[in-house]
């Protein structure tokens, strides 16, 4: 059974920075993994924020190009989401998703197709 934990929420100021963690364990391959972090802030739906590619790739919601960087370690089993320049709207609950394989969907930060989730770490950016 995967199991993915985030970690590295929590309240900041507009103009601030955190760096979520994902710490992965029984995803034996993550070369064949697709990587990726999700938000949805109170009602609204679920959107990609950012993703990692089997192929090493990227991908980045337009709303957060430039501000956010994902990256990973493979030696520890840890994805990471480093948020800079947070803005009020960057508020919601982000989770951490993993997929098998990778391409189109993943590019596509389409959730659906993301087989498993943490269970979230909220993040609240006050003006």
């Known amino acids: 059974q995967v199991r993915l934990v985030e970690s590295g929420g929590g309240s900041v100021q507009a103009g601030g920075s955190l760096r979520l963690s994902c710490a992965a364990t029984?995803?034996?391959?993550?070369?064949?993994?697709?990587m990726g972090w999700f938000r949805q802030a109170s009602g609204k739906e679920r959107e990609g924020v950012a993703a990692f590619d089997s192929d090493g790739s990227t991908s980045y919601a337009d709303a957060v190009k430039g501000r956010f960087t994902i990256s990973k370690d493979d030696d520890k089993n840890v994805l990471y989401l480093q948020m800079n320049s947070l803005k009020p709207e960057d508020t919601a609950m982000y989770y951490c998703a993993a997929g098998l394989g990778g391409g189109g969907y993943c590019r596509e930060m389409l959730g659906d197709l993301f087989g498993y989730w943490g269970q979230g770490t909220q993040v609240t950016v006050s003006s």
């Open positions: 029984r995803i034996t391959d993550r070369s064949g993994h697709c």
